[in-house]
Each structure stands twice: as C-alpha cells, then as structure tokens.
C-alpha cells in the first residue's frame, strides 16, 4: 500500500485534496519494564511500523476522524466545545483527548479538522498503538495550526491523555520513544528528572524480531493499575526508614539492607523487580556500548524471568514464546515487551539462523497455545514527524 491510495479514501471521504501526511512509530522497550513509573530508567526504542494520518482544517469547529482499522465505526463527529470522554467513540478518545490536553495546555486551534488513521502496529499487542495515535495527532496538530510546541511537552501531554483522559495510570515512556525516537538508536531514558541518551544499536551479524502472541491485551482492564499500587504501598512502608522518592532511587544493595521493611511478600516481590530490573537497565547500556551482545541478551533473559516470577506479568502465551526462543539455535537473549498479559516478546537472533527460528517457534507455540504467533523483524526509527513526498506503508 502506497500513502496515495490512503490520499484517495481521504478525498472520498472528506472531499479535500489539500491534505498532509504525518507518521508516529510504535515501540519496543528492548529492557526495563514497569520501571517507569518507579522513578526508573527505561531503554526504548521507536519502530518503523507505525501510525499514519491524513489531516485538513476545516471553516468550522467540527472534528471528523476515521480509521481504516475500525471501518465499522465509520465517521466519528464531535465538537470543539464538547471534547468529552465518550465511550461509544471508541479508539477515537485517543486523539480526541490529544486534541483536548492540548487545548487545555494553552494552545489555540480556532477550526475543526478532518483526520483519517491508518495504524499498522497490532491492537492490543503491546507496541504502544495508543501512544502512537496520541503523538501522530500532536505532530499533526502542531503543524495544522502552526503551534509552538516542545516535543517534550508533547510528551508529557500525550502521558496526562493515557492518565487524566483514558484513566491508565502509565508512565512516560511508551509516547517519550514516539516522540523522540531517532534512526539506529535506542534511549536510555531516567524517568525520574526525563533526562535521556541516545545509543546505537549495532547489532552485526544479529536481528532483532518481534513475536506477537496474537492474544490482545487491554490496559486499562488488566492489572497494570494494580501493580502500580502494590509498588506504591512498597515504597511508603521504605520511606518511614529512607529518604527516598521513588523506588528507582535504590541501588540493589541499599534495597537488600531496606527490603525488611516491606509488609507484604507481595509488595517485596513487585519491589525486588522495580530495583533489579533497573540495575539491568543501566547495565544494559554499558554492555551495548561495549558491543557485548551476549552479556546484553543474559539481561534480556534475567528480564524475563523476574517478570514472570516477581512482577507476574507475562501469561501462558508470552512465557510459552520466550521459552521457545531460549531453546533455539543462535538466539542470545528473549523476553516479554511492553505491559504483559499478552502483546510481545523480543529476541535477539543470528541473521542467518533467524529463518529456522521462526519456522520452529511457531510451530511449538502452535502445539502449545492452538494459534500462531506473528514474527517479524524490527528496525529502530525516528520519532513522530509529518512525511512528504509518496511513501511505501510496509
């Protein structure tokens, strides 16, 4: 598919032919999971695959937005005055509560506008579909009404949708990687103060695939809530004995002296994977600017394993495809992505061995669960931005 053919259903739709383009990726967290939101580091990186809009102003101050991926909804209509949180509207609260945070952050978008979506990430599967669709509508926005905009402040606007708009209480890092994604390269990110560092990813003679479970999850209606606040009670039971904001804020070794003090086994086991999975994190880092692949893959792993056993976040599907991976030739490293209960792993595979890979795990996944898992190769990408010129959608 071409962005031509996406330009033709706008006209058809809207009418319009002075019509922009704008493209936000998705992301895969390479490691540092649910460590976000305790005031940890994160290791991100955007994706070519991704979501496209098609955007026009309008005389009015009506907004007219359609998705290619939810055809069935046809045109959702609303108003500039009423930006409200609808729950007939769908996958359509996402933008809409862009639209609105951005009001509400002072900036001025006197007329309506007519979008149309077209996402390639997954639904459900844990490539941050919605922080995708949130920043392409930001980029979108900042250029339609010539706004001036920080991409950080995008950023965070795009987190108040997901926490004050939608009602999931995330962290910053699924739109922080959308929106300041760059070609080849990760980010270490320290979700603390947002300070980042970009780090090239040579990964040679290796691939970097993705493997969708093909079993959606919902945030909103999973346990991510839950875990937060087991790690937010965790956390006060430590301050009545430390002077401490976050639980990232603890090296494994101060966590040791202090992990006493937790009330709950519970509580210690979600605490234990907050403060070693982001040791992990910063180590990873180190090992990937040394070109240490192997030592970066047994973190990848390690990951996995705490998420399973102390987070509990992985499910039947995801630990039955990373334990697949681990089994295969010329894999050094595999583990969930994104929140968990579905959605994706990751591994790392030797190119030439990555066919075989692929040709094995599914069909072990396929024994086990009953239905396919989708693998393919990812590639880092640049950040939310509007795209000139004809474009290939792959």
């Known amino acids: 598919m071409f962005v031509s053919d996406l330009k033709n259903k706008y006209i058809e739709l809207y009418g319009k032919q002075d019509i922009k383009v704008f493209f936000a990726p998705g992301r895969i967290n390479l490691i540092g999971e649910h460590t976000d939101y305790n005031g940890g580091y994160v290791f991100p990186c955007a994706i070519t695959k991704g979501t496209y809009a098609l955007a026009a102003k309008r005389e009015d101050r009506n907004v007219r937005m359609y998705s290619e991926n939810f055809s069935e909804d046809h045109v959702i209509t609303f108003h500039l005055d009423d930006l409200s949180f609808k729950k007939e509207h769908g996958w359509a609260n996402y933008p809409k509560g862009m639209i609105a945070k951005m009001l509400e952050a002072g900036f001025e978008m006197p007329h309506g506008i007519d979008i149309l979506y077209y996402g390639i990430i997954p639904n459900g599967a844990g490539l941050s579909s919605s922080a995708s669709i949130e920043l392409v509508t930001g980029v979108l926005l900042e250029t339609l009404y010539d706004l001036s905009i920080e991409r950080m402040d995008m950023v965070r606007i795009g987190q108040k949708v997901e926490n004050e708009f939608i009602g999931v209480n995330s962290g910053i890092m ?12 990760g980010m270490l990110l320290d979700c603390q103060n947002l300070l980042y560092e970009y780090a090239p990813l040579h990964l040679g003679q290796y691939s970097l695939l993705i493997m969708n479970t093909n079993k959606e999850r919902t945030l909103a209606s999973s346990k ?11 956390l006060n039971d430590l301050q ?6 976050s639980l990232g804020e603890l090296s494994p070794k101060e966590f040791e002296e202090l992990k006493q003090y937790i009330t709950t086994p519970t509580e210690l086991r979600r605490a234990t994977h907050a403060v070693y999975e982001n040791q992990r994190t910063k180590t990873s880092l180190k090992k990937l600017k040394e070109g240490d692949l192997e030592a970066f893959g047994e973190l990848m792993n390690q990951s996995h394993v705490s998420l399973r056993d102390d987070y509990e976040v992985t499910g039947k599907e995801l630990d039955t495809l990373v334990e697949a991976a681990w089994k295969q030739d010329g894999v050094i490293g595999a583990r969930m992505t994104g929140a968990g209960f579905g959605g994706c792993a990751i591994a790392i595979v030797e190119k030439e061995k990555a066919a075989a890979f692929q040709e094995k795990v599914e069909a072990y996944y396929q024994s086990v669960i009953g239905c ?9 990408g640049d950040g939310a931005k509007e795209l000139t010129g004809e474009v290939v959608i792959q």
């Open 372 to 380: 396919k898992p989708s693998i393919y190769e990812a590639s880092a």
């Open 174 to 185: 699924d739109q922080f990687a959308i929106g300041m994604g760059k070609h080849n390269h």
């Open 224 to 234: 991510y809530n839950e875990r937060r606040k087991e790690c937010e009670s965790a």
């Open 240 to 245: 009545a004995y430390a002077d401490i904001q």
